[in-house]
């Protein structure tokens, strides 16, 4: 699959990435034990963004003076595209952690630590399932369309349960880790696993982990084929991926306490879905063009966003 992934890209973006990841593990406190204040989370979740941008006015400059100026417009628009439905489609995920810190009462403090591990952990999912995705629709064309389809249905179901609650307590993969190892009743500090009378246990800390790893698992199989309906770039794929993953953390300790403000945002990623959906179904007919595309996501998600707050407004108002 033709792609713009040099070497001298590749080694740039994992030197970002992981200059990033070491700034925020050993030089902020990631890997402490702290509660995240909300002007930390706005702070962080600023610089992320503009560090995201930053690449992105970067890797224009490069195909600019090492392709032409046509190819780099495209790709920063594919890769700015890209990054945006990403972010837009990771709030939801935001919305699940909130409601499994909940439902194990995970205090502030500890959530940070699993957010760490949750968030190395995506990327190296995401990594290999890009590079999958990638070889698929190399070898398989027609696997465009069951992307396609899988979106279109997804963002029909999305909005049809857009009011519907978790059942955790149930939850199937809950239910077989309390079914097959020994959990302790309650939380240990950071501590994943305790020993208890010469027993390990784990601690509802471990199990929120697992959980949430779950759900970044279920989010990258909705988020990919997403990215792929804009362009078929492992490189761009791959790094827009990245970067908003890499913001995600900061961004739920920014909306932990606003998420009642955001009601009506699933409808608005529905619709983004259902879209780029009908996008890739309309590949070998029409393509859509990536600019219109950006347009139709931020257009969405601005308009779910205006209508939360207005809502939330009114009920202020009335109560």
Not at 23 to 35: A, N, Y
Not at 72 to 85: D, M, R
Not at 223 to 247: E, H, Q, Y
Not at 279 to 287: A, G, Q, R
């Amino acid at each position: 699959m033709e792609s713009i992934g040099s070497p001298g890209l590749w080694l740039a973006f994992i030197a970002i990435v992981l200059a990033m990841l070491a700034i925020d593990l050993f030089v902020v406190g990631g890997s402490k034990q702290h509660r995240v204040s909300f002007r930390e989370a706005g702070t962080w979740s600023v610089i992320w963004v503009a560090v995201s941008f930053l690449f992105a006015a970067g890797l224009w400059w490069y195909l600019d003076g090492s392709a032409s100026r046509e190819i780099a417009n495209a790709k920063s628009l594919e890769y700015i595209t890209g990054y945006l439905i990403e972010k837009s489609l990771a709030v939801d995920n935001v919305f699940i952690w909130l409601m499994l810190f909940a439902f194990f009462g995970i205090p502030l403090e500890l959530q940070k630590r699993v957010l760490v591990f949750g968030v190395l952990g995506a990327i190296v999912m995401r990594t290999i399932m890009i590079f999958a995705g990638a070889w698929l629709i190399t070898q398989f064309h027609w696997i465009l369309y069951v992307f396609g389809a899988f979106l279109l249905i997804t963002g029909i179901k999305m909005w049809w349960f857009a009011d519907a609650k978790p059942d955790l307590a149930n939850n199937p993969v809950l239910k077989w880790l309390r079914g097959h190892m020994r959990v302790s009743e309650e939380l240990q500090g950071e501590k994943f696993f305790v020993w208890q009378d010469g027993v390990r246990y784990v601690t509802p800390l471990f199990l929120a982990l697992v959980l949430v790893e779950i759900s970044d698992l279920i989010f990258a199989v909705d988020s990919i084929p997403a990215i792929f309906a804009i362009t078929k770039d492992p490189f761009i794929v791959l790094t827009s991926n990245v970067f908003a993953i890499l913001g995600l953390r900061s961004m739920y300790f920014l909306l932990a306490d606003m998420a009642d403000r955001f009601s009506l945002l699933k409808y608005g990623l529905a619709a983004v879905l259902v879209f780029i959906g009908v996008k890739m179904l309309l590949i070998d007919v029409y393509k859509i063009p990536v600019g219109f595309s950006l347009a139709v996501v931020a257009t969405f998600i601005g308009i779910s966003i205006w209508l939360s707050l207005s809502k939330e407004k009114q009920a202020r108002l009335r109560s």
